[in-house]
């Protein structure tokens, strides 16, 4: 969904510039596909994401500046997609015609007899491999409440992400440190691990010191 919308942004862009009367334009584009014009604050959004490309995903829809700690992922994504549009010269209703023949699948769990992250790992296995953070992350909130959720992720997979935020590597950062932190209680020399674990992660304890 989120690359799916992505494309749309661009497209519409494409659209907007390209100057053409086509059945289809970017106002329809964000009306039908991306926003929720009846709707305030996060409503307003037919997607939102997480805490660290949130904001960036907004910015592009609407159409107005990045910030300064514009994710990196949201707009290199987005400026491939703008990219190869000018570069195919590609009919843009055709475009449009090839997006609208997606179809989305909706799948509602029931909690007392449902697995949800058996059925989430299943479902991505022919997609692009979860880093270890992912699985963790899924592990622990899906099978909490959305309430609990939301408390859970904003007060501590937030912090840890922005701790460990080093651009493209943040995952392996991320995944590497979960690894250790796991394994410590069966680390039988500690003091020549930590000095290992140290000089992998350089940077970050050289920060929280």
């Known amino acids: 969904m989120t690359t799916l919308s992505k494309l ?3 497209l519409g862009q494409a659209i907007k510039q390209s100057g053409k009367e086509l059945k289809i ?3 329809k584009i964000q009306n039908y596909y991306l926003l929720n014009n009846d ?4 409503l307003r959004y ?7 490309d949130k904001e960036s995903l907004i910015r592009l829809v609407e159409g107005t500046d990045l910030p300064s700690t514009a994710s990196q992922r949201i707009v290199e994504n987005y400026q491939f997609f703008i990219k190869k549009i000018q570069e195919t010269n590609i009919n843009l209703e055709t475009l ?3 997006i ?3 179809i989305i699948v909706d799948v509602s769990l029931d909690r007392t007899q449902d697995n949800p992250q058996l059925i989430f790992e299943s479902m991505n296995s022919t997609g692009l491999e979860l880093s270890q953070a992912d699985l963790i992350r899924n592990f622990i909130l899906m099978g ?3 309430k609990e959720q939301n408390d859970l992720y904003h007060l501590f997979r937030v912090p840890m992400e922005l701790i460990f935020w080093f651009g493209r590597k943040f995952f392996d950062y991320f995944a590497l440190f979960l690894r250790y932190y796991l394994i410590l209680p069966f680390v039988v020399c500690l003091p020549r691990f930590l000095c290992r674990l140290t000089c992998q992660f350089n940077p970050v304890f ?3 010191r």
């Open 96 to 98: 449009y015609d090839g």
């Open 206 to 208: 050289l920060h929280i």
């Open 25 to 27: 334009s970017e106002k």
């Open 46 to 52: 037919k997607l939102m994401l997480t805490h660290s």
């Open 8 to 10: 749309l942004v661009a």
């Open 100 to 102: 609208a023949k997606l």
């Open 144 to 146: 909490l409440e959305p």
């Open 39 to 42: 709707e305030d604050d996060e």
